[in-house]
């Protein structure tokens, strides 16, 4: 599927404009309205398949999820070579994982250190790292959330509650359309010998955006 350029017309169209995110919602805004104009338009003259989008679209609201980022966290901190090859090239990491390829994608992992802290934004719209995360969250699309996390990272952690030492720098990454971050996060202490399995369930959706950490040992065992 991912060689069928039908679909990635149409991925590329939902990618930033998501119509069917509110297709439940009584009134579409401009832009939706227009999306789905075109779309209508694309499919009638039959270069995109309406089935296929809406098997791209039922995979990432049923199949694609934090849990896959979080298998691909707990299998870094479980193998260096694995995550030598993540911080290398995550495209190439997180296939295997159940992870949609789409063309041209780029995917990059950034590791936390005691020294930096890193958090992804889209300051121009809503780009996301679908693919290992799933649906973004609402706040993750907000305006103020896009323009405060570069101009006052620290004030938005903490905000998440999120309080980093004074020596931790904050780097912000900001994504594109064809480049997507995921943050990983610090393995937390009390962890040795846990299995991957045991080790995902530590790692939250927020610790690979960067507003928060990963769960405490003796809140899931
Ligand atoms: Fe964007």
């Known amino acids: 599927m991912a060689n069928d ?31 789905r104009a075109l779309e209508t338009v694309l499919a009638e003259k039959g270069y995109i398949d309406p089935a296929a989008i809406d098997a791209l679209i039922e995979a990432y609201e049923t199949k694609v999820g934090p849990h896959i980022g979080a298998r691909v966290v707990a299998k870094a901190w479980s193998d260096p070579a694995f995550k030598k090859a993540l911080l290398e090239d995550a495209t190439k990491a997180v296939l295997g994982f159940g992870v949609i390829n789409r063309v041209g994608d ?12 890193n958090m992804i934004v889209c300051t121009l719209c809503s780009c996301y790292p679908w693919e290992v995360l799933g649906l973004p969250p609402v ?8 323009s405060r996390a570069v101009n006052d990272p620290r004030g938005v952690l903490a905000d998440f509650g999120v309080t980093l030492p004074p020596g931790t ?23 040795q010998g846990w299995s991957e399995e045991e080790l995902a369930k530590l790692v939250t959706r927020d610790s690979m955006i960067g507003t928060g950490f990963p769960k405490q040992p003796h809140e899931v065992k």
């Open 5 to 35: 350029p039908h679909v990635t017309a149409a991925a590329h169209v939902h990618r930033h404009d998501h119509p069917h995110d509110d297709r439940h919602g009584s009134e579409l805004s401009e832009m939706q309205l227009r999306v």
């Open 106 to 117: 780029h995917l990059i992992a950034v590791e936390n250190t005691p020294q930096q802290h």
């Open 139 to 146: 706040w993750y699309k907000s305006a103020p959330y896009r």
């Open 169 to 191: 720098a904050i780097r912000v990454w900001d994504s594109t359309a064809e480049t997507r971050f995921i943050v990983l996060p610090m393995r937390p202490a009390g962890t």
